[in-house]
């Protein structure tokens, strides 16, 4: 079970406890957009999760899509999660999302896992007249 405190200021950190686990911390942005999210120990100080990260960190444009998470450790260093360092997002003049493409530390194009669980070097989307993504999951490029 989960328990939430919401502060009232837009860069205060947001502590949840829950169940057999230290918490997480969070800040937001204006719009309220996750900005920064950070596992912590029982003392409010960063740790490292399973995934072998301590948290991560999101990037927005001014339309307030979100185009790149990038994976922090302890002192909020980019890290590797899964081989993936980053993930950085392409919308079109609609706001749909279009690409999804994964870098390591280093800055190289690698493969990553999809929003719909697919290992791809890039994944990307076509939307019809009406709005809905053809075909349903995008495609998964393996090259």
């Not at 919401?6 to 949840?16: A, C, M, P």
Request: net charge neutral; proline share 3%.
């Amino acid at each position: 079970m989960l328990t939430r405190y919401f502060g009232t200021k837009v860069d205060e950190l947001v502590l949840t406890t829950g169940d057999n686990v230290s918490g997480w911390a969070a800040k937001y942005d204006a719009n309220g957009n996750p900005l920064e999210k950070v596992f912590v120990d029982r003392g409010d100080q960063p740790m490292i999760s399973a995934d072998k990260t301590a948290g991560h960190r999101e990037d927005y444009d001014d339309k307030g899509n979100k185009i790149r998470t990038t994976y922090v450790g302890r002192f909020r260093e980019p890290v590797e999660m899964n081989r993936v360092a980053r993930v950085e997002y392409i919308y079109n003049t609609l706001g749909n999302l279009i690409k999804e493409q994964y870098f390591d530390e280093n800055g190289k194009r690698i493969p990553g896992y999809s929003r719909f669980g697919e290992r791809c070097l890039l994944w990307t989307a076509t939307y019809n007249f009406q709005g809905n993504m053809e075909p349903a999951r995008g495609n998964c490029l393996q090259k």
